[in-house]
């Protein structure tokens, strides 16, 4: 049996097969360390595998459903048989769903609940306790820009990632001085296959924002975390939309949002069935110019 003395430090990255999560574990490889990828995928966790060996880490996979209930105690049971503890926790799992909150399926909508801000959270307040007894570690967590601003036709998304901030910050601020750092990064769009599954892609918002490559994003985030920043949002123009987002007023905001993320091919969100441009669209079209007058 291994003594608690014997085990090593590991830096486990959730959501590691993949995305900025792998360029996470690839850049972290570097520093010839252990790295545990954590996900669903099995090609991509071997890909990803071979990867963190060619940078010079010592890498471990566990395919794992992270929306398990016993998903932390099936990972804390897979580090103690490796001789491992939780070092540096890596939160990079998450996925997200565009369209009218009315019409997109319920459990999809619940499932970025289940992922992004469930799941996060229970591995977070699983393995801070131990960082904390060692007064070493910490927890980088990976939210976005998006969660500067209500997000309307991604609004669970972008609720999501506004969580994942703000739990970020403030655990950041009462583990001050415990030697246990908690890091947020808030990049703008990824060119990942995030784009491509969630239908980001088709909106003007994330065509207009230039996208950076995940092994940038992966080198600023572990670069601040490991200076123990508390939140670091890559990219200028990433950081020029949050300002605008904390600047504007709501009501001045909120409609720009929509428009930028909306459709004209989407469903109606007033459950018509029919498209919106040619449905509600139309309405707010008519309304804005008016009543037509007809000449006697």
């Known amino acids: 049996m291994i003594s608690h003395r014997e085990f090593r430090p590991a830096v486990v990255v959730i959501g590691g097969s993949g995305g900025i999560g792998r360029a996470i574990a690839s850049v972290a490889a570097r520093e010839r360390g252990a790295i545990v990828l954590v996900a669903r995928s099995p090609e991509g966790l071997a890909a990803a595998a071979a990867e ?95 969660g500067f601003v209500p997000g309307p036709y991604m609004a669970l998304y972008f609720a999501s990632k506004g969580f994942v901030r703000f739990f970020s910050e403030a655990l950041h601020q009462e583990l001050r001085r415990t030697g246990v750092t908690v890091t947020c990064v808030a990049p703008g769009p990824v060119s990942t296959e995030f784009l491509e599954r969630s239908g980001a892609y088709q909106t003007v918002l994330f065509n207009i924002l230039p996208k950076l490559d995940p092994e940038a994003v992966a080198e600023r985030a572990w670069r601040g975390f490991k200076s123990g920043r508390r939140l670091i949002v890559p990219g200028i123009s990433a950081k020029l939309a949050a300002l605008v987002a904390t600047l504007l007023p709501s009501a001045a905001i909120l409609p720009l949002i929509g428009r930028l993320q909306r459709g004209g091919n989407d469903p109606c969100p007033c ?12 309405r707010q079209i008519q309304l804005r110019r008016g009543p037509r007058r007809t000449i006697p």
């Open 52 to 146: 963190v060996r060619e940078g010079g880490g010592e890498a471990f996979t566990l395919e794992l459903d992270l929306v398990a209930g016993d998903a932390p105690t099936r990972l804390e049971d897979f580090l103690s048989a490796h001789g491992l503890i939780c070092d540096v926790l890596v939160n990079s799992a998450g996925y997200g769903l565009r369209g009218a909150a009315t019409a997109l399926p319920i459990d999809g909508q619940l499932g970025i609940i289940d992922l992004n801000i469930h799941s996060l959270t229970e591995l977070t307040l699983h393995f801070l306790p131990g960082m904390v007894a060692r007064r070493r570690g910490g927890v980088l967590n990976l939210s976005s820009v998006a």
């Open 271 to 282: 459950g018509s069935g029919r498209k919106f441009k040619k449905c509600c669209g139309t």
